[in-house]
């Protein structure tokens, strides 16, 4: 299963866009934006920008070391480092994580291909906000509905999953990614015609020292984690299948910059739009589903702005289940030591998934639950984890053994990754973790 040179990927290129396209998703689109506008726009960007290099990179590297130097998938991995069977713990609560994202994920995911279907047929022709408002509560209060476009990208990830690493995730993910990003300059380009996009551009851009607060900065730790895809193991898993030859420090920079781009990009597209035609920037989880709609319907060539715009929510979403649904199926491929090859896994998976987000849509509470547990509770314990197996658990021949993983780490820099993944990183872990709780 987890054999790189057989099924891993089969180019650098190819797992850089997988990789990037697990990270890529609705938390760079969808809530990068709308976090950004209710925390002073460029104060939280600037505070964003620097979570991600003091916090995300140690951690989307030590996910990749794991699975590269153990060859493993999350279920495997920290077994196959450590020798015992303690961290089992940690294996279990990846794909736990992983199977209860899926849940509301695909979710949202329905949202998108449902708004992407009716921008076909130009469904948003006249509508203002107070009636974008109303057809999106119409929308997602419709089981019926929901169930069908919800299960919809479920069968398109399965079928991608269906044909492997090497014909179907990376040959997808060089298609899809370098279309998001295409698809995405296309509409920043578009709203910067409007008039007044300079306003939004610096609500996005300027830096006001004066708004980065305490809250500010839980805020972009807990975003910097989400959009990083981070303490799901999801790279751990990518990481297994990555070619030999390949620079984890590297891949890990090439990855960040991409998902750190794309947000940039939404942002781009999102607060010009806002600016121009006089709405709030902090609408909050509604910024996309009604107020881009409404401000899609102003502009010139609003179908085709409204198709480009939900063609690309749905690439994102995507690429994300991929990644998500792949930690899954692998995980019950090397449980069962290969009895229970791909294709059988990746129907077991897809049906527990089916039944989760059936459930999540009849029983709505669900969504709120698997949303606040897996963001607020099991990343962030996850990501703890594997700073800390790394960081303290493993030997110094075992660190060692990580870090000749990876040829960009020297001897200097190794133990600066050590030292932040064993204080640095857990620090930061727990005030998000207190945050969320409302501790602090």
């Not at 500010?216 to 030999?244: D, N």
Request: aromatic fraction near 12%; proline fraction near 3%.
């Amino acid at each position: 299963m987890t054999n790189n040179e057989n099924k891993g990927f089969t180019s650098k290129v190819g797992l850089i866009m997988a990789a990037a396209g697990g990270a890529v998703g609705l938390g760079n689109i969808w809530k990068f934006p709308y976090i950004a506008g209710e925390n002073g726009g460029g104060a939280f960007l600037i505070v964003y920008l620097l979570c991600v290099l003091l916090f995300g990179m140690p951690l989307l590297m030590t996910e990749f070391l794991i699975g590269k130097r153990s060859g493993k998938s999350a279920y495997g991995a920290f077994r196959a480092l450590d020798g015992s069977k303690k961290w089992d713990w940690l294996s279990w609560l990846c794909v736990l994580t992983a199977l209860l994202i899926m849940a509301f994920y695909f979710i949202v995911t329905g949202w998108c291909f449902n708004y992407f279907a009716e921008a076909l047929t130009n469904a948003f022709q006249g509508m203002g906000t107070a009636a974008l408002e109303a057809h999106f509560t119409k929308v997602t209060t419709n089981p019926i509905r929901m169930v069908g476009f919800s299960l919809l990208p479920v069968v398109l990830t399965a079928t991608v999953l269906w044909f492997g690493v090497k014909e179907g995730i990376e040959r997808l993910s060089k298609i899809l990614m370098p279309l998001l990003l295409v698809m995405m300059l296309l509409m920043v380009g578009r709203v910067l015609m409007l008039d007044n996009s300079n306003i939004g551009m610096q609500f996005f851009f300027r830096c006001d020292f004066s708004k980065i607060t305490p809250k500010v900065i839980m805020e972009a730790m807990g975003q910097c984690f989400f959009s990083l895809s981070i303490g799901m193991g999801a790279l751990i898993t990518y990481g297994a299948y990555m070619p030999k030859e390949q620079n984890v420090t590297a891949t890990s920079i090439q990855v960040i910059v991409l998902d750190t781009l794309v947000a940039i990009l939404a942002g781009l597209i999102i607060f010009p739009a806002v600016f121009s035609f006089g709405f709030d920037p902090a609408e909050g989880p509604e910024l996309v589903f009604v107020v881009l709609p409404a401000i899609l319907e102003k502009m010139s060539l609003s179908w085709l702005s409204s198709i480009l715009f939900f063609g690309l929510l749905c690439i994102a979403a995507v690429t994300s289940t991929i990644s998500l649904m792949e930690v899954a199926v692998a995980f019950v491929c090397e449980a069962s030591n290969d009895k229970l090859n791909r294709h059988k896994s990746v129907l077991i998976i897809s049906a527990i998934v089916t039944v989760l987000v059936v459930a999540c849509v009849y029983y709505k509470q669900l969504f709120s639950i698997f949303d606040n547990v897996t963001s607020c509770v099991l990343m962030p314990i996850g990501a703890l984890g594997m700073a800390l197996f790394v960081g303290w658990n493993l030997p110094k021949n075992g660190q060692k053994g990580v870090l000749n993983a990876d040829k960009g780490i020297k001897h200097f820099a190794g133990k600066v990754y050590i030292a932040v993944l064993r204080f640095i990183v857990p620090a930061a872990i727990i005030l998000i973790f207190l945050n969320s709780l409302g501790i602090i």
